[in-house]
């Protein structure tokens, strides 16, 4: 079993993995399979030490997606015919990614219906509409319009979570970022933030 | 087994941090994943997920709050 940590352009060499065991480089084409000890149990420590291990070969790739806790394959053979079979996939995404970090927005609040003298049909769509785009969030947007090179919003069904939003940046704008978001009041919303972080939420999923 | 996998799920939801909400969101529901099975196969993955949600909305009172708010 081989525990997998990151597929990858450029990356390093010498890197550690969540267990300091010396992680192994399976290529395949022009993609990196960045491979460990099999996966551990599940625990607090063992999602941080994966973290922790996704992260150093981040910061050392020239890009990087990362692997879910946990994920796997049964051999080399295995992995390969994987990655072999989601290459334009993944080279896309890895172009997407390359030289770039990511920053995670939580947003707290609830959107105000808009008053509005449609039908139910159409109330409905607008909507829909609303929460996938989160229009709330322009200020903020036209704030990070010199930072963010890539958006994904999350919209969740919970009371008082709105949404989570994704932002893919160019390394070493994280400051810039954050002060941008701080400076920004939002009507009705509040927004927590983190980061920066490995592209965890701009990697395709493999698993068929 | 299944209890097992149980308490290791509680014992993350019980000491998780905001830091760790925000790591557990990241490495368990994002990212490259090669088998469907096998991450549900690391015991008590599929219960730290049911109950992830639910303290994420509640990250904003675990979240350091912006000064001047």
Redesign the interface.
């Known amino acids: 079993m081989i525990g997998?940590y990151?597929?990858a352009r450029g990356a390093p060499q010498e890197a550690t993995g969540a267990r300091g065991e010396r992680v192994r480089i399976l290529t395949r084409g022009n993609l990196e399979a960045v491979c460990g000890d099999p996966?551990p149990?599940?625990?607090?420590d063992a999602?941080?030490a994966?973290?922790a291990a996704?992260r150093r070969i981040a910061d050392a790739a020239q890009a990087c997606?990362?692997?879910?806790?946990?994920?796997?394959?049964a051999d080399e053979a295995s992995?390969s015919a994987?990655l072999a079979a989601r290459e334009a996939e993944?080279t896309e995404a890895l172009a997407l990614v390359r030289g770039r970090e990511q920053m995670?927005l939580?947003v707290?609040g609830t959107i105000a219906g808009s008053p509005s003298a449609a039908g139910p049909g159409t109330r409905y769509l607008e909507a829909r509409r609303r929460s996938r785009t989160l229009p709330e969030l322009e200020p903020l947007r036209s704030a990070l319009s010199g930072l963010i090179r890539a958006e994904r919003v999350e919209r969740?069904t919970?009371?008082?979570?709105l949404a989570?939003v994704y932002h893919l940046i160019d390394r070493g704008g994280a400051q810039a970022y954050r002060q941008a978001v701080?400076s920004t009041p939002l009507e009705g919303l509040?927004v927590?933030l983190?980061g920066p972080?490995p592209a965890?939420?701009f990697?395709?999923?493999?698993?068929? | 087994m299944k209890k097992r996998a149980r308490s290791e799920a509680d014992e993350i939801i019980d000491r998780a941090d905001a830091s760790l909400l925000e790591i557990i969101d990241h490495v368990l529901n994002k990212g490259v994943m090669l088998q469907g099975e096998v991450i549900l196969g690391v015991a008590g993955v599929d219960l730290v997920y049911l109950r992830l949600n639910a303290l994420l909305c509640a990250s904003d009172r675990l979240l350091p709050r912006r000064e001047g708010k």
């Open positions: 997998l990151a597929i996966p149990q599940l625990s607090a999602l941080r994966h973290e996704v997606l990362p692997a879910r806790f946990g994920s796997c394959a992995l994987a993944l995670t939580r707290h969740h919970e009371p008082g979570l989570s701080e509040r927590t983190s972080w965890w939420s990697a395709p999923e493999l698993a068929p």
